[in-house]
C-alpha cells in the first residue's frame, strides 16, 4: 500500500516541531502510531504508543528544552516508507546543551505516520 504524505508534509511537520506546535506536528500522525525514542532501556529506545500519548512525549521535549529546534531537515517519501534527516539541538534546565545529527525512518499508511523510529548520533551534552 502507498501513502498519500509528501516530502513536503514531512518538512510541514519539522517546521511544527520547531515552532512547538502540537496540533501541527500530530495533524499527519495515524491515532494508533507508534513512536520509538532516541533512548531507553531497550534496544528500539522506549515504545510509545497512540497519538495520544505520542504528544506528551513531544511536548515533555520541550517542556525540558525550550529552545529544542530540528535544523537542516530533509525528507524523502517512497511507497509506504519516508525517512528525514535534522540536526537536533536543545538546552536542558541544567544547563547542558545537545547537538547531534540524526534521522527518522517512517512507516506510512493512508497518507499518516503509523512508525516514527528516531535515531541520533550519541554525543555527550556539553556546557551551553
Known amino acids: ?9 514531512l518538512s510541514d511537520t519539522f517546521d511544527a516541531f520547531n515552532r512547538h506546535d502540537i496540533d501541527g506536528v500530530m495533524k499527519h500522525f495515524a491515532d494508533d502510531a507508534v513512536f520509538y525514542t532516541v ?3 531497550e ?3 522506549t515504545r510509545i504508543e497512540g ?3 505520542i504528544a506528551k512525549a513531544f511536548s515533555a521535549v520541550w517542556g525540558g528544552m ?23 539541538s536543545g538546552t ?3 544547563g ?11 512507516t506510512l499508511r493512508d497518507g499518516k ?3 516514527k523510529q528516531a535515531l541520533r548520533k550519541a554525543r555527550p551534552p556539553f556546557k551551553a
Open 66 to 88: 525550550s529552545d529544542a529546534h530540528w535544523d537542516h531537515h530533509s525528507h524523502f517519501v517512497h511507497g509506504n516508507r519516508a525517512v528525514s534527516e535534522w540536526t537536533f
Open 39 to 41: 533512548g531507553g532501556s
Open 51 to 53: 497519538a495520544e500519548d
Open 1 to 9: 500500500m502507498t501513502s498519500s504524505l509528501t516530502a513536503q508534509d
Open 96 to 106: 547542558m546543551r545537545v547537538e547531534a545529527e540524526g534521522a527518522d525512518l517512517f
Open 113 to 115: 505516520i503509523v512508525v
Open 43 to 45: 534496544a528500539y529506545g
Open 92 to 94: 536542558g534546565a541544567d
